[in-house]
């Protein structure tokens, strides 16, 4: 089973700074991108950064020049630097794998961690 933990969350004020983690563990036998996501209250949950194991990064608009995601496929681990944080990116904030357990399985499922929160707030 494949399990992600999200760390690094927490409060911080506006135009500050925090780090997300992300751990995956588990058995996978290849990972197709890792993402975040994240989920406002009374909001839909949204992308905010995906990068494919090409090494091709996608970002919401309103994070982009903001936020900035690593990963290490090998490793199963990324990160989301995240600069000039605002209200509006107040969140609980989701790390994903898209991946498949192994070689039979033909389609990659998506996998979640349970979420940080980040709040954004003077």
């Known amino acids: 089973q494949v399990q992600l933990v999200e760390s690094g969350g927490g409060l911080v004020q506006p135009g500050g700074s925090l780090r997300l983690s992300c751990a995956a563990s588990g058995s996978i036998f290849s990972i197709n991108a890792m993402g975040w996501y994240r989920q406002a209250p009374g909001k839909e949950r949204e992308l905010v950064a995906r990068i494919t194991s090409g090494g091709v990064s996608d970002y919401a608009d309103s994070v982009k020049g903001r936020f900035t995601m690593t990963r290490d496929s090998a490793k199963k681990t990324a990160t989301l630097q995240m600069n000039s944080l605002k209200p509006e990116d107040t969140a609980v904030y989701y790390c994903?794998?898209?991946?498949?357990?192994?070689?039979?399985?033909?389609?990659?499922?998506?996998?979640w961690g349970q979420g940080t929160q980040v709040t954004v707030s003077s």
């Open positions: 994903t794998i898209d991946g498949r357990r192994a070689p039979w399985v033909q389609s990659p499922s998506r996998y």
